[in-house]
């Protein structure tokens, strides 16, 4: 049976934890180790670290604070922000990562994914793919922080990450991401029907039935939440937060 998986998504600006709206402004969550704990009590099974600025700053990762968050933490951690080389990767192996998360770096040199895989395993590499629907209906690729338009069709450099050889694909929606008003599923569907490779959403969930969605007719592999498992409720205070039980259709 295949499982599908939820996973916490939490944004890292410095040496906080913060939660941002259509990666715009931002609230701020608290100290990353503290949360860590509570996941790690929480039974989470893996979880996952963007560091938001890191890209647009030109600053590699915080190796110091990823390693002291690695150690922390029991479940399978994934990383974002600011890699740009075979050696960024290795570095964060090393500290005890399981996964990078790359995005921008791709755009420049998409070989970067065939450096990592030869030794570290496709598996280990999760591109990151962040759109936004234009005035004209159509979904355009964003890079660097979602500051930056991409010249390039949302399908075709889908199929150039596959034939890259990622393991999975992060999917973002700059104009959904930290609203809670679900996500844009006539989009996840069209993207998984058209991956062979596992599918994570990620920005707009904001109730249990959005998490199900994504997957029960979106076809999402995985949903990553960020807003859920950091407020009690929308416009209510900050609660760490995660829930085990969720329905999904398992074909």
């Given amino acids: 049976m295949l499982e599908n998986r939820v996973i916490p998504c939490l944004q890292l600006l410095g040496t906080n934890l913060v939660k941002t709206v259509k990666f715009g402004k931002y609230g701020y969550i608290g100290d990353p180790m503290n949360t860590c704990r ?6 989470v099974d893996e979880m996952v670290l963007l560091d938001i600025r890191a890209t647009v700053s030109h600053k590699t990762p915080d190796f110091k604070l990823l390693e002291r968050l690695a ?15 075979a ?11 399981e996964k990078v998360i790359i995005n921008s770096a791709l755009f420049d040199n ?3 994914v065939s450096q990592i895989a030869e030794i570290y395993g496709a598996q280990s590499i999760i591109a990151s793919v962040d759109v936004r629907k234009d005035l004209f209906g159509k979904y355009k690729v964003y890079s660097n922080s979602g500051q930056k338009k991409e010249k390039v069709e949302l399908f075709d450099w889908l199929q150039c990450l596959e034939s890259a050889g990622v393991g999975e694909i992060l999917l973002t929606n700059i104009l959904t991401e930290g609203t809670w008003k ?3 599923l006539e989009l996840v569907k069209s993207v998984s029907e058209r991956l062979s490779v596992p599918l994570v959403v990620h920005g707009g969930a904001g109730r249990k039935e959005d ?10 592999s995985a949903v990553g939440l960020g ?3 950091v407020y009690q409720q929308k416009d209510m205070g900050v609660l760490v937060n995660y829930h085990h039980n969720y329905s999904f259709q398992h074909k």
């Fill in 38 to 43: 509570i996941f790690n009590e929480l039974e």
């Fill in 71 to 85: 150690s922390e933490c029991f479940m399978p951690l994934a990383y974002g922000g600011g890699i740009r080389s």
């Fill in 87 to 97: 050696d960024d990767a290795r570095r964060l192996f090393c500290i005890g990562f």
């Fill in 110 to 112: 998409i070989e970067l």
């Fill in 182 to 184: 679900g996500f844009d």
């Fill in 211 to 220: 998490v199900e969605n994504a997957v029960n007719i979106g076809g999402a």
């Fill in 227 to 229: 807003n859920m498992v």
